[in-house]
């Protein structure tokens, strides 16, 4: 499934985001790896060997880099991605218990699953307050539960539809 927001995988627009990026800043792989993922939604395999020879490092290095942030990815998002905040003020509000919900919400429609993908946790969204918080499409949300996730999911996928 290709996500629409994001361009498909071309090796000349990756080497078009990196050199300016290796001719101006001291130790760029991470930000060679973000330019990347801001441009395609994930960092392609053929990516990591072509950032390493850009900054003149090992490929060991850009995947020691690459492992080491939760945040990069090396497939493409879900369509509409929704994260759980999984630290202790959430969970202390329910977040385990809508995690629970929300695996099961997603057991029960594969499509629901499809174009959400796996819960991928995040930690303190900084709205502790509003807990269990969630990222719906990079929006975040407070007192979060299945109907407002769905819903949320639901008028994401209509504006992605229309862009």
């Given at each position: ?134 990222l719906v ?18 008028q994401a ?7």
């Open positions: 499934m290709s996500h629409a927001r994001y361009p498909e995988w071309q090796a000349e627009s990756a080497e078009a985001l990196i050199a300016p990026i290796v001719a101006n800043e001291p130790g760029p792989v991470l930000l060679c790896l973000q330019a990347v993922q801001a441009h395609f939604g994930y960092v392609p395999g053929d990516a990591v060997a072509m950032i390493a020879e850009a900054c003149n490092v090992t490929r060991a290095d850009v995947h020691g880099v690459f492992t080491f942030y939760a945040d990069l990815r090396d497939t493409a998002p879900p369509a509409v991605p929704v994260r759980l905040c999984a630290a202790e003020a959430c969970q202390a509000v329910g977040g385990r218990e809508l995690k629970a919900e929300w695996a099961k919400a997603c057991g029960d429609d594969a499509d629901l699953a499809t174009l959400t993908g796996v819960d991928e946790p995040i930690f303190c969204l900084g709205n502790c307050a509003l807990g269990p918080a969630a499409d990079g929006e975040l949300m407070g007192c979060a539960d299945v109907a407002r996730l769905k819903a949320a999911v639901a996928q209509a504006m992605g539809e229309g862009a």
